[in-house]
């Protein structure tokens, strides 16, 4: 078995690309990675992924020792609630710590984090200047009779190499041209996003719960938002704040990441609703009228709500269509492959898309290096890795689809979606008055998140 070292080509810049990046330099294998951004700053600024378990234990068997401390250190607060509230802010479910008696014996990597999409990129990115190639438009590839495969892009240049890994998103070019047959599906819902600074003013906007959770606000006609309060280990002016430890302070002060990372502490809102009962120009609205669109279908909202929408930084505003890969059998595999939204993008309605990428990177990450080092062969290593993610990587699909398809009665009109949403509000309601549901909920979700999951699971 063939032990030459191996080429791989990374299209696409995005956290499952830049994770496999980090691994396989880590591993001694060559990799490169072309992104289509022109600089380490360029793409989604200011707005929270949440990494649970699976996405941490992939992130530690990527990253060194000292670059997953440094992701942990700029990590935000852990909210610890979860919440439901109506339109009006009257509480429907609250679920905290005070449901257990004795806390989980959870370990440190079955806990979830919270980080700005921005300082992952650049955790991600730390050490990669001579991997990461900016400002490369992929065009389209082919696969080389000698078994090698070439990259082309926009500027007239190629690249070739062993293994083409489609980590180019949901708009993927190389799925595009490769598997011809994944196709993508409304869901008919249109999500509109923003974060609004968390100052004394907006403090008070919110109960206590709510800056301490996540939460989730059930409106009319099915309109929803969810809040999630992000506060980093920075200060306004992007001092580090007195009271964390001193090795994460020595770690982010020679962090060179923190040049970019520009978040501040804020409240992300993000405003949700089935698309007939929005403008047909909704895809169009960005920034400041975005922003007042979400103020119009709110107009009936608590006022804090409302005051906490028209706070946003209009610049944070865009819309977003909520779509889902659709499953599809295993392919017969090749020298091409693909992680995260390039071939299973899925709702955000369990939160597990960026984690689903990492757990990608990871696996995939590990099966090239053993076949660089000999101990499989290189379609052997892609195909294991396809097997495995082809299962996880659909289910995880599949239950986001479902959890949005739950919430899709509540966007109907007339009769029928108001004895919907009725009939939704009570039961929460009731659920909030049984303890022993609340635990049996939160031990499902955090199993679902990967709790008590190993890197070999």
Request: with cysteine.
């Given at each position: 078995m063939s032990t030459a070292p191996l080429q791989v080509l990374v299209i696409g810049g995005g956290t499952g690309g830049l994770c496999l990046a980090q691994g396989l330099k880590r591993a001694g294998v060559s990799v490169a990675v072309y992104e289509r951004d022109q600089t380490r700053s360029d793409g989604l600024q200011g707005y929270r992924v949440g990494i649970d378990p699976d996405g941490k234990r992939a992130l530690r068997a990527c990253l060194s020792e000292q670059l997953y401390d440094t992701f942990i250190a700029t990590c935000a607060k852990r909210p610890v609630y979860f919440n439901q509230y109506t339109e009006q802010l009257s509480e429907l479910f609250s679920s905290g710590p005070e449901i257990f008696k004795e806390p989980p014996n959870f370990d440190e990597l079955d806990l979830d984090e919270s980080v700005s999409r921005m300082t992952l990129r650049q955790v991600l990115l730390t050490g990669l200047d001579d991997v990461v190639h900016f400002e490369k438009r992929f065009t389209h590839y082919e696969q080389r009779p000698d078994g090698k495969v070439t990259a082309f892009f926009e500027d007239s240049t190629s690249v070739t190499g062993?293994?083409?890994?489609?980590?180019?998103?949901?708009?993927?070019?190389?799925?595009?041209?490769?598997?011809?047959?994944?196709?993508?599906?409304?869901?008919?819902?249109?999500?509109?996003?923003?974060?609004?600074?968390?100052?004394?003013q907006t403090r008070k906007l919110l109960p206590r719960q709510v800056i301490d959770g996540v939460s989730m606000v059930q409106g009319k006609k099915g309109f929803m938002c969810i809040l999630h309060v992000m506060r980093f280990p920075w200060d306004t002016h992007g001092e580090l704040k007195d009271g964390i430890g001193r090795t994460e302070t020595e770690l982010i002060r020679q962090w060179p990441g923190l040049l970019y990372a520009?978040?501040?502490?804020?409240?992300?809102?993000?405003?949700?609703?089935?698309?007939?009962?929005?403008?047909?120009?909704?895809?169009?609205?960005?920034?400041?009228?975005?922003?007042?669109?979400?103020?119009?279908?709110?107009?009936?909202?608590?006022?804090?709500?409302?005051?906490?929408?028209?706070?946003?930084?209009?610049?944070?505003?865009?819309?977003?269509?909520?779509?889902?890969?659709?499953?599809?059998?295993?392919?017969?595999?090749?020298?091409?492959?693909?992680?995260?939204?390039?071939?299973?993008?899925?709702?955000?309605?369990?939160?597990?898309?960026?984690?689903?990428?990492?757990?990608?990177?990871?696996?995939?990450?590990?099966?090239?290096?053993?076949?660089?080092?000999?101990?499989?062969?290189?379609?052997?290593?892609?195909?294991?890795?396809?097997?495995?993610?082809?299962?996880?990587?659909?289910?995880?699909?599949?239950?986001?689809?479902?959890?949005?398809?739950?919430?899709?009665?509540?966007?109907?009109?007339?009769?029928?979606?108001?004895?919907?949403?009725?009939?939704?509000?009570?039961?929460?309601?009731?659920?909030?008055?049984?303890?022993?549901?609340?635990?049996?909920?939160?031990?499902?979700?955090?199993?679902?998140?990967?709790?008590?999951?190993?890197?070999?699971?």
């Open positions: 062993d293994v083409l890994v489609a980590a180019d998103g949901t708009n993927s070019k190389v799925r595009t041209q490769y598997l011809p047959q994944a196709k993508l599906v409304d869901t008919g819902l249109i999500g509109i996003t923003g974060k609004t600074l968390l100052t004394d520009n978040s501040r502490d804020y409240i992300m809102w993000g405003f949700a609703a089935a698309d007939h009962w929005l403008p047909e120009d909704t895809m169009q609205r960005k920034g400041a009228q975005a922003q007042r669109l979400v103020q119009e279908l709110t107009a009936d909202w608590h006022p804090n709500l409302r005051q906490l929408f028209a706070l946003g930084d209009s610049n944070s505003c865009f819309p977003l269509k909520i779509r889902t890969s659709e499953p599809i059998p295993q392919w017969k595999t090749t020298n091409v492959t693909l992680i995260g939204d390039a071939i299973h993008t899925m709702t955000p309605g369990r939160g597990v898309g960026a984690n689903t990428a990492l757990r990608d990177a990871a696996l995939l990450c590990k099966n090239l290096v053993a076949a660089q080092e000999g101990r499989t062969s290189l379609l052997d290593a892609v195909r294991d890795y396809e097997t495995k993610m082809v299962k996880y990587g659909f289910e995880a699909v599949i239950k986001s689809r479902q959890s949005m398809d739950g919430h899709s009665a509540n966007h109907k009109s007339g009769l029928q979606g108001m004895l919907v949403r009725g009939m939704m509000r009570t039961s929460m309601r009731a659920m909030n008055q049984m303890t022993f549901v609340k635990r049996k909920m939160a031990m499902a979700e955090a199993e679902f998140r990967g709790a008590g999951r190993t890197t070999e699971d």
